[in-house]
């Protein structure tokens, strides 16, 4: 499983940005998707996640301007961010949860990141 993201960059503060993310391979189902963010020495958050049937789940600092989608048919995930801040500044990651067949766990995918900067 591969995951390919997309749609980094730089933007003003203020600005909005979409982020994509495809995943590729030997897939049969995928559950949770999400989006992490990691700034120069910080650890990695999440930034927000959305299960295979739509419930969504955003970090506090996120809230109201970040929206998570996703299009199953696509296995692909979204981000939708706006009225951004500088400290939004970080490189994103994007995740997917894979059920491991015959068990009921998951494996986690990650993507390679991509950067956004957010210049104040």
């Known amino acids: 499983v591969q995951l390919v993201e997309s749609g980094g960059g730089l933007v003003q503060a203020g600005g909005s940005l979409r982020l994509s993310c495809a995943a590729s391979?030997?897939?049969?189902?995928?559950?949770?998707m999400g989006w992490y963010r990691q700034a120069p020495g910080k650890q990695r958050e999440l930034v927000a996640a959305?299960?295979?049937?739509?419930?969504?789940n955003y970090a506090d600092s996120v809230k109201g301007r970040f929206t998570i989608s996703r299009d199953n048919a696509k296995n692909t995930v979204y981000l939708q961010m706006n009225s951004l801040k500088p400290e939004d500044t970080a490189v994103y990651y994007c995740n997917a949860d894979v059920p491991v067949g015959g068990t009921n766990r998951n494996w986690r995918y990650w993507g390679q990141g991509t950067q956004v900067t957010v210049s104040s």
């Open positions: 391979g030997s897939i049969f189902s995928i559950n949770s």
């Open positions: 959305i299960t295979s049937d739509g419930s969504t």
